[in-house]
């Protein structure tokens, strides 16, 4: 994707029609817009997104949702006046030139009382010469295919309003979508689940056929409960999640502010080791109660009932009967026997008519009857014995268990209670030093509600663990009872294709998304090893939040960041974001690979890159920057750009200047072709001189002037700025002069 130009109409300070146009050329491929601040750099990023998305987040003190210009606004003041506010954006995606225009109309109600009207957006575009326009209704959504508004924060980035980009919580999708697995999650979504009925699996399982089976439809009923009980616990885990996410770095804020403390520093850490600790005795504390309360619910009953046990013993000892009779035998099995005529062992069984005689060996089967209870008890009680022989067995093991499993349970808890008493020490030495308390307070409810959350995560993991066991136990019940028909089996084969695809697509899924963040995390931290020449590295967790530690004694601690730094990891991150995706759009799919890419290069839209940076890092962003996008558009103050100027200069294809009239009337200046042919004029009349004298020279010679030509050029720029256009053309005529002689 590259942005060609963006035209502006009355929007905010930008008084009358002004347009900006960017440099798309690969090799100069930077555009610089100078401008103090209140001059209107963000007002032009705030442009792109209102043009784009319809939003625009401006100041609330600066009347943020009237974009009407306020000179404009006053000079038409009247009823029923009208006027209109709209940008213009040109850009080009996958081979196709866009144009996106959003109108803003606005009528006075009465002397100065304006009011917006309903805004109009067209999008239109070009093919083979030929502009057609994107059907109305589908406007945004074409935007959004080209460039997605959970995406746009990356590309159009404030880096001043921006504290801490990787806060952000819908970090994860969108990072997917910008590296390109979007397909395969669309894929997955379009798969579905047997309960979605809009997906191919949920539409198959809707259309088979369990008319007439009561059972099929009430196992139908308990997959769909339980599935949509399942989807809800998810979304509250995601949640929870999402709060622990933002506690956690709320934590590490409060945390920051006591390690920098010198007084409670020593304590803090110790206070850190000890809170892992006491984590890991927790959580083996759990497991211990676990494995108790297992043991205590399948042995504990039979113990007890112990001391019965014994007595019924001793009561059937000393018992006079019968126990002749066969263990587990029935009468339903001994007619069964009669019956099918034969013995089990064999033998033919002859009957009387009247059933009362036979052969031997009925008369013996049938005399086993007397041995049957209630009429023979000696058989029940044979039985009794045999089954409390074999409980005695089962719980002789149960008491050494339970009682180790306790003592081990005490000890853990010993264990918590020491450490939670050693920490409770340390909280109380440090709490109120050194203004420390209020900080204090605030980490303990965090602690506190991480805990509920926690918590709760956990609680809704365990039920949906039941969720899926209810949901496999009916599914199986459905398969079986549906399977008879030819048409269902058809579409139970089909269900289950589609199941094994969703089963491989998440597989890969998970390992491309693992094989992209480790690649993400080393080119971020390739980004910031260039900017920072420090000890500190950068790490990226499954939500994508990016963390800055240092290696001490071996253990990776998290360190904390000044504004400053915070800057440049941030820099760092979205570079190395851009960087990948532009890789993967060179290269789109791989031979060996099994998941097609969809995604491009996108451009960089950066307002003050150059925030709260120094010299040095300054110059290690300008470095970057041309490097890692395909097209980069800075929005730059003067104070910064004489540093980024030396290092950037040969990138920049675009340069224009921000004027500043009032605070309601601000205009954009480039170099126009009047001012380019006064430039060459005045180039050919300064360095006609140079070029006879380096045309005499010996060709072997130019390599080595040309390089001392462009340093002093170099230093010319920054000494006499007045002249840059001149010095420009000047410095792009004699490269081309000494290449050519060479």
């Known amino acids: 994707m590259i942005i060609k130009?963006?035209?502006?109409?009355?929007?905010?300070?930008?008084?009358?029609?002004?347009?900006?146009?960017?440099?798309?050329?690969?090799?100069?491929?930077?555009?610089?817009?100078?401008?103090?601040?209140?001059?209107?750099?963000?007002?032009?990023?705030?442009a792109f997104n209102w043009c784009l998305y319809g939003v625009a987040d401006f100041p609330k003190d600066s009347s943020p949702d009237f974009l009407l210009n306020l000179e404009v606004a006053n000079e038409l003041a009247g009823v029923q006046q009208k006027s209109e506010v709209y940008v213009e954006l040109i850009l080009e995606?996958?081979?196709?030139?866009?144009?996106?225009?959003?109108?803003?109309?606005?009528?006075?109600?009465?002397?100065?009382?304006?009011?917006?009207?309903?805004?109009?957006?067209?999008?239109?575009?070009?093919?083979?010469?030929?502009?057609?326009?994107?059907?109305?209704?589908?406007?945004?959504?074409?935007?959004?295919?080209?460039?997605?508004?959970?995406?746009?924060?990356?590309?159009?980035f404030d880096t001043e309003r921006v504290s801490d980009i990787s806060s952000r919580k819908d970090l994860s999708e969108a990072v997917r979508g910008l590296l390109g697995l979007a397909p395969v999650g669309n894929a997955r979504k379009h798969l579905g689940s047997r309960t979605q009925k809009a997906t191919a699996i949920g539409y198959w399982n809707e259309h088979l056929d369990?008319?007439?089976?009561?059972?099929?439809?009430?196992?139908?009923?308990?997959?769909?409960?339980?599935?949509?009980?399942?989807?809800?616990?998810?979304?509250?885990?995601?949640?929870?999640?999402?709060?622990?996410?933002?506690?956690?770095?709320?934590?590490?804020?409060?945390?920051?502010?006591?390690?920098?403390?010198?007084?409670?520093?020593?304590?803090?850490?110790?206070?850190?080791?000890?809170?892992?600790?006491?984590?890991?005795?927790?959580?083996?504390?759990?497991?211990?109660?676990?494995?108790?309360?297992?043991?205590?619910?399948?042995?504990?009953?039979?113990?007890?009932?112990?001391?019965?046990?014994?007595?019924?013993?001793?009561?059937?000892?000393?018992?006079?009967?019968?126990?002749?009779?066969?263990?587990?035998?029935?009468?339903?099995s001994i007619r069964d026997i009669i019956k099918r005529g034969r013995c089990i062992c064999g033998a033919e069984l002859e009957i009387s008519e009247d059933g009362k005689t036979g052969n031997s060996a009925y008369m013996h089967i049938?005399?086993?009857?007397?041995?049957?209870?209630?009429?023979?008890?000696?058989?029940?009680?044979?039985?009794?014995?045999?089954?409390?022989?074999?409980?005695?067995?089962?719980?002789?093991?149960?008491?050494?268990?339970?009682?180790h499993q306790y003592k081990e349970i005490q000890k853990h808890r010993d264990s918590i209670?020491?450490?939670?008493?050693?920490?409770?020490?340390?909280?109380?030495?440090?709490?109120?030093?050194?203004?420390?308390?209020?900080?204090?307070?605030?980490?303990?409810?965090?602690?506190?509600?991480?805990?509920?959350?926690?918590?709760?995560?956990?609680?809704?993991?365990?039920?949906i663990g039941a969720c899926e066991s209810a949901i496999e136990s009916a599914q199986k019940v459905y398969d079986s009872l549906i399977s008879a028909s030819e048409r269902n089996k058809k579409l139970i084969t089909y269900i289950a294709y589609a199941e094994q695809i969703c089963i491989w697509i998440d597989e890969t899924y998970a390992e491309k998304e693992q094989e992209l963040r480790s690649r993400l995390q080393e080119r971020v931290n390739d980004i910031f090893g260039s900017m920072y020449h420090g000890q500190?590295?950068?790490?990226?967790?499954?939500?994508?939040?990016?963390?800055?530690?240092?290696?001490?004694?071996?253990?990776?601690?998290?360190?904390?960041?000044?504004?400053?730094?915070?800057?440049?990891?941030?820099?760092?991150?979205?570079?190395?974001l851009v960087d990948l995706a532009k890789e993967k759009a060179t290269l789109g799919r791989s031979a060996a690979d099994s998941i097609t890419w969809d995604n491009e290069a996108y451009p960089l839209v950066m307002d003050a890159p150059f925030s709260n940076a120094d010299e040095t890092h300054i110059k290690n962003i300008s470095a970057v920057l041309p490097e890692v996008a395909n097209q980069v558009i800075m929005f730059v103050m003067e104070k910064d750009w004489q540093y980024a100027e030396p290092v950037m200069a040969a990138k920049v294809g675009k340069y224009c200047k921000l004027k500043k009239f009032s605070e309601s009337h601000?205009?954009?200046?480039?170099?126009?072709?009047?001012?380019?042919?006064?430039?060459?004029?005045?180039?050919?009349?300064?360095?006609?001189?140079?070029?006879?004298?380096?045309?005499?020279?010996?060709?072997?010679?130019?390599?080595?002037?040309?390089?001392?030509?462009?340093?002093?050029?170099?230093?010319?720029?920054?000494?006499?700025?007045?002249n840059r256009p001149i010095l420009l053309i000047e410095h792009e005529f004699i490269r081309m002069h000494l290449t050519l002689s060479m």
């Open 5 to 46: 130009s963006i035209t502006l109409n009355n929007f905010r300070q930008f008084k009358g029609k002004q347009k900006l146009a960017f440099s798309s050329d690969s090799s100069k491929n930077v555009t610089v817009l100078l401008g103090d601040n209140t001059f209107g750099k963000t007002t032009i990023l705030q």
């Open 93 to 156: 995606h996958k081979g196709l030139e866009y144009i996106i225009l959003r109108k803003q109309p606005y009528i006075d109600r009465g002397y100065g009382n304006w009011s917006a009207l309903q805004y109009k957006l067209s999008v239109s575009y070009k093919e083979n010469g030929i502009t057609k326009q994107v059907r109305e209704g589908e406007e945004q959504r074409t935007i959004n295919s080209i460039l997605p508004q959970s995406l746009s924060g990356y590309f159009f």
């Open 210 to 332: 369990s008319s007439g089976d009561d059972r099929a439809k009430q196992a139908q009923e308990t997959i769909t409960h339980e599935t949509e009980r399942k989807e809800e616990l998810e979304q509250e885990i995601t949640k929870a999640e999402d709060e622990i996410a933002s506690l956690n770095s709320k934590k590490e804020k409060i945390a920051e502010i006591l390690r920098d403390n010198q007084s409670t520093a020593e304590l803090q850490r110790k206070k850190q080791a000890l809170e892992i600790t006491l984590e890991r005795e927790r959580n083996t504390l759990e497991s211990c109660n676990k494995l108790f309360l297992d043991c205590f619910s399948n042995s504990a009953v039979t113990y007890f009932m112990l001391p019965l046990m014994d007595q019924a013993e001793a009561c059937m000892a000393n018992a006079k009967v019968d126990d002749r009779g066969i263990r587990d035998m029935t009468e339903s």
């Open 366 to 403: 049938l005399n086993e009857l007397r041995y049957l209870p209630p009429a023979h008890i000696g058989t029940a009680i044979q039985s009794f014995k045999q089954l409390i022989a074999t409980d005695k067995r089962s719980i002789a093991v149960f008491y050494p268990t339970v009682e």
């Open 417 to 463: 209670a020491s450490i939670e008493d050693e920490i409770s020490h340390i909280d109380e030495s440090i709490f109120g030093k050194e203004n420390m308390g209020s900080y204090e307070a605030d980490m303990n409810r965090i602690k506190e509600s991480i805990k509920r959350m926690t918590e709760k995560k956990a609680r809704c993991n365990r039920e």
């Open 536 to 576: 500190r590295k950068v790490q990226i967790d499954k939500q994508y939040h990016v963390t800055l530690f240092a290696q001490l004694n071996g253990k990776d601690i998290v360190t904390g960041e000044s504004e400053g730094l915070k800057r440049v990891k941030n820099f760092a991150f979205i570079a190395g």
């Open 666 to 722: 601000t205009e954009i200046e480039g170099l126009g072709e009047t001012e380019c042919l006064k430039a060459i004029i005045q180039f050919t009349e300064s360095t006609q001189h140079t070029l006879n004298t380096l045309s005499m020279m010996p060709k072997h010679s130019n390599a080595i002037l040309m390089f001392t030509w462009q340093e002093l050029l170099l230093e010319h720029y920054i000494s006499d700025r007045q």
